[in-house]
């Protein structure tokens, strides 16, 4: 398409047309060349593809977590965070009594070049034995893991016993 552009333009044999088509070609194979390069790093993702796939780990955390599927929200922990802070059975049959009755997310902070986000949450929490309901603010700190492709939290889950 270039070339047809070219000739019309410019008479055929001129000096002008070979160094301007000379100069273009260069400057594409640097784009494609840059190109390449930014998409071919291992593991990495194009910026708009990693804040979508960040929006889409913190939508599905929070319908977990609405439907108070504690299990399924342990999943979304790392395994390096899990090594160092075990989840104990206490911790999981605490989370058990209650049932999430609002998640409103208060605050989003992209870290790291995009490669990390804190996400501050108010969650209002229903004790099923007592009755009662409180509200309890969940510091949520998430990396993503270039070696599995996903976002992961590095912070404990929702602590209902937080404020007493």
């Given at each position: 398409m270039i070339s047809v552009c070219l000739s019309q333009k410019y008479r055929v044999g001129s000096a002008s047309p070979t160094i301007r088509s000379s100069h273009q070609a260069r400057a594409i194979r640097v784009i494609v060349a840059a190109a390449i390069l930014l998409f071919s790093l291992p593991g990495c993702l194009p910026p708009g593809k990693l804040e979508k796939s960040r929006s889409e780990a913190f939508r599905q955390y929070e319908t977990i977590v609405r439907w108070s599927q504690w299990d399924a929200a342990a999943d979304f922990i790392s395994p390096e965070y899990l090594a160092e802070q075990p989840i104990s059975r206490l911790q999981m049959d605490r989370l058990r009594l209650f049932r999430v009755t609002q998640?409103?997310?208060?605050?989003?902070?992209?870290?790291?070049?995009?490669?990390?986000?804190?996400?501050?949450?108010?969650?209002?929490?229903?004790?099923t034995n007592q009755g009662l309901e409180r509200s309890i603010i969940d510091e949520q700190m998430w990396r993503y893991e270039e070696n599995s492709q996903r976002w992961r939290l590095h912070s404990p889950l929702p602590d209902p016993t937080q404020g007493r």
């Open positions: 998640y409103t997310i208060r605050s989003v902070n992209v870290l790291e070049e995009g490669m990390a986000a804190t996400q501050t949450v108010e969650i209002k929490l229903f004790n």
